[in-house]
């Protein structure tokens, strides 16, 4: 009986997981304008390791889902970031190649050496103020971004 009842403790926690994570859709300070400017001269993208029922939910949500042309996630993939798989899956649907392409993420090891690794240019959003690699392209508001590209 105890089986029985973990394993519906466990569904229904998995459940209301999803349902409720997708309504705390809180964007940072800037979001719309730097997605404005981006899309304009670029084609954006997204590699996420969250759950894709989640990310979908939250994209849709918060009104942005229509600024990105491919949304490449982990649980599809198979692997998370900073796995070089999902780098160079994502490159592979985005159409596109390491040159002409930069990665901006928020977590250091995941995004930025992840994507370092395979070849590609990086950018982190380190709105947490962490200790970086002094050759690191770092921002601490998105409209920083402005100064790379």
Same mark, same amino acid.
């Given at each position: 009986?105890?089986?029985?009842?973990?394993?519906?403790?466990?569904?229904?926690?998995?459940?209301?997981?999803?349902?409720?994570?997708?309504?705390?859709?809180?964007?940072?300070?800037? @979001?719309?304008?730097?997605? *404005?400017?981006?899309? !304009? #001269?670029?084609?954006?993208? %997204? $590699?996420? &390791?969250?759950?894709? =029922? /989640?990310?979908?939910?939250?994209?849709?949500?918060?009104?942005?889902?229509?600024?990105?042309? @491919?949304?490449?996630?982990? *649980?599809?993939?198979? !692997? #998370?970031?900073?796995?070089? %798989? $999902?780098? &160079?899956?994502?490159? =592979? /649907?985005?159409?596109?190649?390491?040159?002409?392409?930069?990665?901006?993420?928020?977590?250091?090891?995941?995004?930025?050496?992840?994507?370092?690794? !395979?070849?590609?240019?990086?950018?982190?959003?380190?709105?947490?103020?962490? =200790?970086?690699?002094?050759?690191?392209?770092?921002?601490?508001?998105?409209?920083?971004?402005?100064?790379?590209?």
């Amino acid at each position: 009986i105890n089986k029985v009842i973990e394993k519906e403790k466990i569904f229904k926690l998995s459940e209301d997981y999803i349902t409720h994570l997708t309504s705390f859709n809180n964007l940072f300070e800037n @979001t719309i304008d730097v997605l *404005e400017y981006l899309s !304009v #001269k670029y084609k954006l993208h %997204i $590699i996420t &390791n969250g759950f894709e =029922e /989640v990310q979908q939910k939250k994209l849709s949500r918060s009104n942005i889902e229509h600024y990105f042309k @491919t949304v490449t996630n982990s *649980e599809h993939v198979g !692997v #998370k970031k900073p796995n070089p %798989i $999902i780098f &160079n899956y994502a490159i =592979e /649907v985005a159409k596109t190649n390491v040159k002409r392409s930069i990665m901006i993420g928020d977590n250091y090891e995941a995004d930025i050496l992840g994507a370092i690794d !395979v070849g590609l240019d990086a950018i982190c959003f380190n709105y947490h103020n962490e =200790e970086l690699h002094e050759d690191i392209k770092e921002i601490n508001c998105l409209l920083e971004i402005k100064n790379y590209l």
